[in-house]
């Protein structure tokens, strides 16, 4: 979605707005982030989620073509981490782990093994 077609979303979500309005609260609200994050290191959105700075140390990488070490510098990463209703709201209500299987591993791997065999039986008829 582009800015523009934000922009013309929200004015009509809040009843018809000017264009022109709705424009300066999504520029103005970008840039509330923008500026909190830099001063701050952190900003917590309600029900969105987490802008965080984080500060990367520099490390030792390699070079995917020749596998050569090379020197990453230290540098700065904006991380965003949704917020839990963030997520339930997109992905639904969050699902329970699914029963493991109560067979045993050796009941497993004797199933397995009969399974070939009778395959090797079959295809040597």
């Known amino acids: 979605m582009t800015k523009t077609e934000m922009v013309k979303k929200l004015a009509d979500d809040w009843g018809g707005i000017p264009n022109r309005q709705a424009d300066d609260t999504l520029t103005a609200f970008i840039s509330f982030i923008t500026k909190t994050v830099k001063k701050d290191k952190v900003l917590k959105v309600p029900n969105l989620g987490t802008f965080r700075l984080r500060q990367l140390k520099a490390r030792t ?3 995917p073509q020749t596998g050569d070490p ?4 230290a ?3 904006v991380a965003f981490t949704p917020s839990k209703a963030f997520k339930e709201g997109i992905l639904g209500a969050p699902r329970t782990a699914a029963k493991k299987a109560t067979t045993s591993r050796s009941t497993a791997a004797k199933k397995t093994t009969t399974s ?4 090797r039986s079959t295809a040597s008829r």
């Open 70 to 73: 090379i020197r990453i510098k």
């Open 116 to 119: 070939r065999s009778r395959a």
């Open 61 to 63: 990488g390699r070079n």
């Open 75 to 77: 540098r700065k990463k």
